[in-house]
């Protein structure tokens, strides 16, 4: 019996491959030995780290920070104010001024929220500031990027994670850097405050503010204290869970575990606290297994690992709670002020504000102009896609144009194929499908079984006739549906349609979809969160994945059956018009494609309705570009497109969709083949 009938779990199978390639690829880790081999392994890490999260601006701009109010309490006083992280991006922010800063210099902290709604204004990261202030330290307290203030909507609450977050991956610069970069610009505006000592500052942050707070600390060494709270745990253990999008390094697994990540700032005072009830992900045990590498990196790095390191244990949920701020204030207090052995110090009465009463725009008085993650995503895939227009598009025209043989044209698009594997984390090696075949001969139909990858089973149902040695198929047709599954594609409307037609059809369950869904999977708007999300810390984006998956189909097509027909088309409906228009971009076997109100273009400044997260790949759109950029690909052969929406669902007119497509239509026109590109609506968008 098959997988796919049933002998295993169906819905554990594409976690358990996960798992397996993530393992595979830290199969060979082994701790620097020396300090010379530890500081070539920090230096390269840095280099990784810095590209996974596509640079950072080479110049920063003009901070010009403005105060917006004030609350005067005792002890200290609270200012909203705002400031440039990039050219026109405006952080919110609260700063802490302690009473102490009126007579000298004094240490810094900068707080960043986790996923609290509320986040710098949720009253259990308002505690942690109030508790720092009263004990002397200025501290500034930030809303990161789709949260806070800064969300999509002007009311508080919310989650800038899924389908939002992720659409930052497609211009290659993720959440999780965007973070980091603007965390270097808080401490910017430390710096630039009279009141603060600048070679004191420390970071702090739980849940998802720990995410922060350890890669900020890792990457910007003017930190001189780092505590990271409720979140850290190791790369594998995550593959156990959902993260946010915020959380995400993409293809860090390639280059390395969370361990060493924290040992970059293992020598300035790092302190990791943990809770005993804690999720598996960010559990003691998990934890330990990283914290016990950054010791092995201060020990390299400083000598000193009983004083720059500590790992602290508080019986409790996931939380910041007081036990855990008691903690970080000693922690601060003795790396930040030279006072004290580091162990707990008692926290000051707290008294919190109503969160309304820190925000910098309070109720709907945020500017309408004001720049959002979705609309920062779009002017940067905007700039991203006319960088394209002005270089690469225009040289891959002309070369075409100028090809005098189809060979010529070949290698004129083997390098824009290559950058499209490339961002979709290479193709594996072949590797034996080892085909079974099972016949249903009630429905006249063959389950097609093989491995896709070594220990991944999928299959495909294929119409009987397909697999009848010495049967004549004149025409074949794929059929991709991740939303339906692969019986719903073979026994559904378009299938009766084509088979009308005279071709046969072969209908794919890809991994992680279908039969083979994750289960649960669905976080929000992104019914593949999960899985998608786990393809990301391997570096191989589940769009890459689903084309591979294809391509194997046709292999064990051919494995069965002796070969495939000269006509052989792929479909994808909605969702799965993307994935076959990728799959058919890299396999030139599929000679005509198919794609029905599918997405026509990722540019949008809203967030992502009604797609996979699965097909937002890290890059794609400063790398390879726009899907008309896929789709330019498929010239000389065939391709179909009826009907199309924007990346939130939008449905496109039909001179949106020429205009959409006009780089490939471009395309086609000079292979000459012109009447091969079919544009238009469907006939309910007609009417």
């Not at 789709?146 to 389908?163: F, N, T, W």
């Not at 669905?522 to 998608?532: F, L, M, Q, T, V």
């Amino acid at each position: 019996m098959s997988v796919a009938s049933g002998q295993d779990d169906p819905s554990r199978q594409f976690n358990a491959f996960v798992k397996r390639q993530a393992a595979a690829l830290r199969s060979g880790d082994v701790a620097p030995a020396t300090a010379d081999e530890w500081s070539k392994t920090r230096t390269k890490l840095r280099a990784e780290l810095l590209r996974a999260w596509g640079g950072f601006p080479e110049v920063s701009c003009p901070l010009e920070p403005q105060v917006l109010g004030q609350l005067d309490r005792d002890g200290y006083r609270v200012e909203r104010i705002v400031f440039q992280t990039m050219p026109d991006v405006w952080m919110t922010a609260n700063v802490y001024v302690p009473d102490a800063a009126k007579d000298e210099k004094v240490p810094a902290v900068l707080c960043v929220h986790g996923h609290w709604p509320g986040a710098k204004q949720d009253p259990v990261v308002q505690s942690r500031c109030i508790g720092l202030a009263k004990l002397g330290f200025f501290v500034l307290c930030v809303d990161a990027f789709g949260a806070g203030e800064r969300g999509v909507e002007k009311k508080l609450g919310e989650y800038h994670g899924e389908m939002t977050g992720a659409m930052l991956f497609l211009t290659g610069r993720p959440l999780s850097g965007i973070q980091v970069y603007e965390n270097m610009r808080a401490v910017d505006y430390l710096q630039s405050r009279p009141e603060v000592d600048g070679e004191h500052i420390g970071i702090t942050g739980a849940s998802g503010g720990g995410n922060q707070t350890m890669y900020a600390g890792a990457f910007d060494e003017r930190l001189g204290c780092v505590v990271p709270t409720c979140s850290v745990g190791n790369y594998q253990a995550y593959l156990s869970a959902a993260c946010c999008m915020c959380e995400v390094v993409p293809g860090i697994l390639k280059h390395t575990e969370e361990g060493n990540v924290l040992g970059l700032a293992a020598g300035r005072g790092l302190m990791v606290t943990s809770a005993t009830l804690d999720a598996f992900q960010f559990s003691v045990d998990q934890a330990q297994i990283s914290v016990m590498r950054a010791l092995q990196a201060a020990a390299l790095d400083a000598g000193l690992t009983a004083q720059s390191v500590a790992h602290t244990i508080i019986e409790s949920p996931h939380h910041y709670n007081q036990p855990m701020r008691e903690a970080m204030y000693g922690w601060m207090t003795k790396r930040l002020k030279g006072q004290g052995d580091g162990g707990p110090i008692a926290e000051p009465e707290i008294v919190t504000e109503d969160p309304e009463a820190l925000r910098c725009f309070p109720g709907e008085t945020r500017p309408d102009e004001y720049i959002t993650l979705p609309r920062f995503v779009a002017a940067e895939s905007k700039r991203l896609l006319q960088i394209r227009r002005d270089g690469s598009d225009r040289q891959f025209l002309n070369a075409t144009s100028e090809a005098k043989s189809d060979d010529e044209r070949a290698n004129v698009r083997k390098p824009f194929v290559a950058a499209l594997e490339s961002v979709l984390g290479g193709m594996p090696v072949n590797s034996p499908l080892n085909v079974r075949s099972k016949e249903i001969p009630d429905q006249k139909t063959i389950e097609l079984t093989f491995e896709s990858e070594p220990g991944l089973e999928i299959y495909a149902l294929c119409d009987a006739t397909s697999t009848v040695p010495g049967a004549t198929v004149p025409k074949l047709a794929v059929i991709v549906d991740v939303e339906n599954g692969a019986l719903q594609a073979f026994s559904g409307k378009r299938a009766q349609e084509l088979r009308a037609e005279g071709w046969t059809i072969v209908a794919p369950e890809l991994r992680a979809t279908g039969r083979f869904a994750v289960a649960p999977d669905k976080i929000g708007n992104a019914p593949d969160h999960n899985s998608a999300e786990w393809s990301l810390w391997l570096g191989r984006p589940l769009l890459g994945q689903w084309a591979w998956d294809l391509h194997r189909t046709l292999d064990a097509y051919v494995e069965k059956n002796g070969a495939i027909p000269s006509e052989t088309a792929i479909m994808g409906e909605g969702p799965s018009g993307i994935i076959a228009l990728t799959a058919a971009a890299l396999d030139t076997r599929l000679t005509h494609v198919m794609t029905v109100d599918s997405l026509a273009t990722y540019v949008t400044d809203k967030p992502f309705r009604g797609q996979r997260l699965g097909v937002l790949v890290p890059g794609l759109l400063r790398d390879v570009g726009d899907v008309s950029h896929i789709a330019a690909l498929i010239a000389p052969r065939k391709l179909t497109v009826t009907g199309g929406v924007t990346g939130d669902g939008r449905t496109l007119t039909v001179e949106e969709l020429r205009s959409t497509f006009s780089l490939t239509t471009d395309m086609f026109a000079r292979f000459g083949v012109a009447d091969r590109l079919e544009l238009g609506l469907n006939s309910s968008e007609q009417n």
